[in-house]
């Protein structure tokens, strides 16, 4: 157990919906950050915060958006739905935000879009 | 930004003997570089990582090289066991104010009993 939780652990929904994805960091960790995994495009970077601020973008569409709470858990937004979107959500956290620190991952939300 | 390449996609041994998965990444600025153990449907689970200023890191079977020079790293694993069995993915990651991790496109490794 790496103490990153993520809620839910699964969803099926129609194309064309909005969920919302829920990831708590360890206790003490400001840094969040979330992935894509998908079969044809492996572990993707989509973005992150640090202590409430978004810090790093990668690839994440304007679909999707993010947050990080006072409280350091962070909700991933996806809306319009498509099917290309099915894949495993992860979320990691590590303590700050400065290079080499180790991240460890939630164990992800499955996301199916039908 | 940053490109990470792995290779062999997959690999099958015989329990007992090594494997060997070799990365290469593009951006010099790279100072970052865990491996991460993945069995199917479950998190990314760190397993070894070295940094820039390191050129060799073990923990007991599994151990990681880099060449700076060469922008290339490698992980090995001796003596594998069936637990082995997972797909391995390499990482790089800049540390220029962010920390967001780039990652090769996994190795599925197989240890045949």
């Known amino acids: 157990d790496s103490g990153v939780t993520q809620t839910p652990k699964h969803l099926i929904t129609a194309t064309g919906q909005r969920v919302t994805l829920r990831c708590s960091p360890r206790?003490?960790?400001?840094?969040v950050y979330w992935y894509q995994q998908s079969l044809d495009q492996g572990l993707q970077f989509l973005i992150q915060?640090?202590?409430?601020?978004?810090?790093a973008k990668g690839n994440i569409l304007e679909r999707f958006s993010a947050q990080q709470f006072p409280d350091l858990h962070s909700e991933l937004n996806l809306s319009s739905l498509e099917l290309g979107d099915s894949a495993l959500y992860f979320c990691?956290?590590?303590?700050?935000?400065?290079?080499?620190?180790?991240?460890?991952f939630g164990p992800g939300t499955r996301l199916l879009v039908l | 930004g940053e490109n990470v390449e792995q290779h062999p996609s997959t690999l099958s041994v015989q329990e007992g003997d090594s494997a060997v998965i070799k990365c290469t990444y593009s951006?010099?600025?790279?100072?970052?570089f865990p491996w991460y153990k993945q069995e199917l449907g479950k998190r990314p689970q760190l397993i070894i990582d070295?940094?820039?200023?390191?050129g060799e890191k073990k923990d007991q079977r599994i151990a990681v090289t880099l060449n700076k020079t060469a922008k290339h790293f490698s992980l090995h694993i001796t003596e594998t066991q069936p637990e082995d069995s997972a797909v391995y993915f390499c990482?790089?990651?800049?540390?220029?104010?962010?920390?967001?991790?780039?990652f090769g496109t996994g190795t599925r490794l197989t240890v045949i009993p």
């Open positions: 990691a956290s590590s303590p700050q935000t400065s290079g080499g620190e180790t991240q460890y």
């Open positions: 206790s003490g960790d400001l840094s």
């Open positions: 915060y640090y202590n409430g601020e978004e810090r």
């Open positions: 951006d010099s600025a790279s100072n970052y």
């Open positions: 070295i940094r820039s200023n390191v």
């Open positions: 990482a790089a990651s800049t540390g220029t104010g962010a920390n967001n991790l780039f």
